[in-house]
């Protein structure tokens, strides 16, 4: 494991969260499945972690009760290559949940994520503040990502 782990605590949906984030990132599976036993704070035999992998990157999600909603105080970037892979994580990402402003997204569990082009450091960067006020500028104006577009604005600020 690694020497950092997202642990994300969800109500009731930790293992099936796992299962859907795992069908939407490529090389992604489950590790393992705990379950609470007796006089534990939830029913014995339920789930209470689920061990899964995304791309390499392992979390820990963890049936804890409806006490900890999530909130946009924390968020998992996706970095994308190209204007189709973005597309595509926005579309599964999103469903069921709620598209926000600037390339975010909540997901349908309330787990905010951040879809944005690989590129998003270099066209944000300070060094070049024309620049990056214009990409900032249009990423303003913008909810999903639009990849030629923020090109676009870095190339003429």
């Not at 035999?45 to 924390?74: K, R, Y």
Request: contains cysteine; aromatic residues 12%; charged residues 20%.
């Amino acid at each position: 494991m690694s020497r950092i782990t997202p642990f994300l605590w969800f109500d009731r949906e930790a293992e099936e969260a796992a299962k859907y984030y795992i069908s939407i990132f490529p090389h992604s599976k489950m590790v393992q499945v705990t379950y609470y036993g007796e006089d534990m704070p939830q029913p014995a035999g339920s789930v209470m972690t689920a061990v899964f992998e995304l791309d390499g990157q392992i979390f820990i999600a963890l049936n804890g009760g409806p006490n900890h909603p999530f909130t946009h105080a924390v968020s998992f970037v996706v970095n994308c290559e190209t204007q189709a892979e973005l597309d595509s994580y926005w579309q599964k990402l999103s469903a069921g949940g709620k598209e926000v402003a600037c390339g975010w997204l909540t997901d349908k569990y309330g787990l905010s994520w951040q879809i944005t082009p690989a590129t998003i450091g270099k066209l944000l960067d300070a060094s070049h503040p024309a620049k990056s006020q214009a990409v900032m500028q249009a990423m303003m104006g913008m909810v999903k990502l639009d990849m030629a577009a923020l090109d676009k604005a870095y190339a003429e600020g």
